[in-house]
């Protein structure tokens, strides 16, 4: 299984983003997607997620309303708006053969993780 995370980069506060996340090896229709975030000297912290057979979604209150997920054929996406400086991080997506979750520990594949910086 693979997971590979890309779409990171540098952006001023108040742009935007979109990360990709491409998912090989296994069929993921029955599968929750997630997408987390860690910040230096911080613990990963969930973001979003989305189930992929029906697209049930649910988000972190600090970036419900600005960042959406959403799934298309072997990607999930995170579309990011009005960032923030704090949303600072190293973001990963991960996979998990239990469905929906918002817990770092139900999941069993990684990425590798793509670095968004939002400068002030």
């Known amino acids: 299984v693979q997971l590979q995370a890309s779409g990171g980069g540098l952006v001023q506060a108040g742009g935007s983003l979109r990360l990709s996340c491409a998912a090989r090896?296994?069929?993921?229709?029955?599968?929750?997607m997630g997408w987390f975030r860690q910040a230096p000297g911080k613990g990963r912290e969930f973001v979003a997620a989305i189930t992929w057979s029906s697209g049930v979604t649910g988000y972190s209150d600090s970036v419900k309303g600005r960042f959406t997920i959403s799934r298309d054929n072997a990607k999930v996406y995170l579309q990011m708006n009005s960032l923030k400086p704090e949303d600072t991080a190293v973001y990963y997506c991960a996979a998990n053969s239990g469905g929906y979750s918002s817990r770092v520990r139900d999941y069993d594949y990684w990425g590798q993780g793509t670095q968004v910086t939002v400068s002030s």
């Open positions: 090896g296994r069929t993921f229709t029955t599968y929750g």
